[in-house]
């Protein structure tokens, strides 16, 4: 049973390009989340997904910064115009559909360059 | 809100001897859950130990058990027998509704040989 997956797991753009961020979730888990960790700080909550729902996405920048979780195909996470400080690790994680379970599982993360 | 303190930036041990991490969390819930995560060089997430708070049992998972101090709320980790693989960051992590999970700022821990 696979891990989530993210791609590509490094990812250099200058600034003013677009960055597309992927993550696949563990096999039989609907529910996606994506953090940002930039150096030497903890992860921070960005957006939280269901299958073509944005359900929280409260830690997401107002501009530059869109998700998805479509019905088919990994969720993306997109930034438009990056800026040097967009430079970080990107961790996706997932969790089951059903029960309680609280545990997320996360992806290798994707470490983003702007120059 | 729920808020978690990891106040140990950096910790230190010797092979083969017990290192514990502190951590401690701010929440007015009464049902929730408590993580410690590694984070070694590569920068994956690897989960080392879970605990349901309504779980009075201390979790264990072989060398890594946790204190969990319900009352105090507090949640540390003890690694026993370390490893040199052990070096990492540690993070301890706060999930209530699922809806996301907060961490700590994180414990780096040097192994020494």
Redesign the interface.
Known sequence: NAGVMQNPRHLVRRRGQEARLRCSPMKGHS?V?W?R?LPE?????MV?LQKENI??ES?MPKERFSAEFPKEGPSILRIQQVVRGDSA?Y?C?S?PMEG???????G??T?LLVL | AQTVTQSQPEMSVQEAETVTLSCTYDTSESDYYLFWYKQPPSRQMILVIRQEAYKQQNATENRFSVNFQKAAKSFSLKISDSQLGDAAMYFCAFSYNNNDMRFGAGTRLTVKP
């Open positions: 529910h989340y953090y960790q700080e903890g992860l921070k909550f939280y359900i929280d830690g690790a961790f994680a969790s309680r379970e609280e545990t997320q599982y996360f290798p993360g470490r």
